[in-house]
């Protein structure tokens, strides 16, 4: 119920939020978006981004300017952990956890010489599917409903956007939970202490391609300047 309010009071900050910017922008462009991740979760002692995933969505751009723009996205966006088989033995010391969201970022970003995108903001994930194996086993505990992972997820984004090739472009992303996604009971890989209540992060780098849709050809090319004779 909490969360259903919090998505419905978001919707509602970012239809009059796009409503507001969008009367005063010059025009709007469409993306589709597709790539990968390479995650990993602070705190649950599994180090390194061994965990792949998927990033699948599309996004809408509002323009002020050559310089300047706002874009809002829609994704579904895969995240986790991953440990691989260390041991040949029934208690392996593997691990996996799946994390997938529905995620709207929102971002703020300055383009310069029409080449390279630069941008910053914040985005909402919904967490949806979830599973969690050590030992190459389920662990039944870790439910969608039940736990111990929260439903929202919080983030940082920083992004960093390149021309390919007329409206391809290459987008590379960081993204780093603001809040805890979980306080769990952890191991310390190296004392073997128990910590209670570890909190945990999620850890994204991501590498994916858009496709800009209503590029005006202005943003392709400078505009050739006369020649004083």
Partial sequence: MRSTLILRRLSILLFLLFVGIGSRAQYIRGALIAGGNKTQVDGDEVFGYHKTGLQLGAAAIIQFNKKWSISLENIYNQKGSREGVRFADSLDGSYKLHLNY????????????????????????????????????????????????????????????????????????????????????????????????????????????????????????????????
């Avoid at 960081?174 to 979980?182: D, G």
């Avoid at 800009?212 to 050809?217: A, D, G, H, T």
Wanted: glycine share 6%; proline share 5%; net charge positive.
């Fill in 102 to 229: 529905v995620e709207v970022p929102l971002l703020l970003e300055y383009t310069d010489r029409d080449r390279i995108t630069v941008g910053a903001g914040f985005s909402w994930g919904r967490l949806v599917k979830v599973d969690e194996y050590k030992n190459s086993f389920v662990v039944n505990s870790t439910t969608l409903l039940g736990g111990p992972y929260k439903r929202d997820d919080w983030n940082v984004l920083v992004d960093l956007r390149f021309h390919l090739y007329k409206s391809l472009k290459l987008n590379l992303r960081y993204a780093y939970s603001i809040v805890p996604i979980a306080r769990r009971d952890v191991q310390d890989s190296k004392t073997g202490k128990l910590n209670y209540g570890e909190s945990q992060y999620n850890n994204l780098i991501n590498l994916r391609l858009m496709y800009i849709f209503n590029e005006p050809p202005r943003l392709e090319t400078e505009p050739r300047q006369p020649q004083n004779e």
